[in-house]
């Protein structure tokens, strides 16, 4: 009976959480979710105390404080501190549910793409989770370089993702992985036509209504590549059309908000 009882309660509390991450997701207001969002944070922290081997509960926190990280934390010392404790939680959520992941943070390279090959279908959504939190990690630490050196290992496990996911697999993912292809120019490395593959992948499995993809596009390939015509279609696309997406209003609006800020400042790039 008691067992019944917590059961119960841990599926209660996914449940919230889920329901929590959705209500940001879909709000509208960015400053209303910068203010709010750490009460949330600190709810799931909660749960967590009581139930810490969930991984449901694990990764709702990981996206949650990856999320707030990369995007809200303004001062590189607090930022440091939130996505490290993203990436921690993502990486015990995917250690709960495949063992093998258990050692990534210290694997090799060779190691660690061994270790994909036994991620099934089922670990899709902790892998995702786990890449995420690892890349809003990084870019916290982008100073750091051998954190950058982490980079192809992310890359490894977006593909793998991609392999497995089947339906539903999340469009994001593309972009993460057009962001990847073009953090180096093409003579450092970079591959911004791969890049772009999977920009207008992201952007064509939303119906064009993941604003993000389209900003991500804009400053990662077509700046790159300094393709003006195409860097402002994108942008003045963003700039037009509506944030109102489920789970993706949040996201939207501060696209929208960059796409102005980009057109601003594109006489004096081009």
């Known amino acids: 009976s008691l067992g019944g009882c917590a059961s119960m309660m841990s599926s209660a509390a996914s449940g919230l959480a889920d329901n929590l991450s959705s209500a940001i997701l879909n709000q509208d207001d960015p400053e209303t979710v910068r203010a709010g969002a750490p009460s949330y944070m600190l709810l799931l922290d909660s749960f967590l105390e009581g139930d810490p081997d969930n991984p449901q509960l694990l990764a709702s926190a990981a996206t949650l404080y990856a999320s ?151 400053k990662g390939y077509a700046k790159l590549l300094y393709e003006r015509e195409l860097h402002d279609q994108l942008l003045a696309e963003v700039i037009e059309a509506s944030p109102y997406a489920d789970g993706l209003t949040l996201s939207n609006v501060m696209a929208k908000e960059e796409a102005e800020q980009l057109m601003a400042e594109a006489d004096d790039y081009f």
């Open 68 to 218: 707030y990280g990369a995007v809200f934390a303004d001062d590189p010392v607090r930022a440091s501190r939130l996505t490290t404790r993203a990436r921690n939680y993502a990486q015990d959520a995917i250690c709960e549910s495949y063992e093998p992941s258990c050692s990534w943070p210290d694997d090799t390279y060779d190691e660690f793409v061994a270790s994909l090959d036994g991620v099934t279908g089922k670990h899709s959504d902790y892998l995702y989770t786990y890449g995420f939190a690892t890349l809003a990690y990084l870019r916290a630490h982008s100073d750091d370089w051998n954190s950058l050196a982490e980079l192809p290992q992310v890359e490894a496990l977006f593909n793998r993702y991609l392999e497995i996911a089947g339906d539903d697999v999340d469009s994001t993912v593309h972009t993460y992985m057009g962001m990847l292809l073009t953090l180096r120019p093409p003579s450092l490395g970079g591959k911004p036509e791969e890049a772009r593959e999977h920009f207008e992948k992201a952007i064509a499995m939303s119906g064009g209504r993941d604003l993000s993809a389209k900003v991500e596009f804009a």
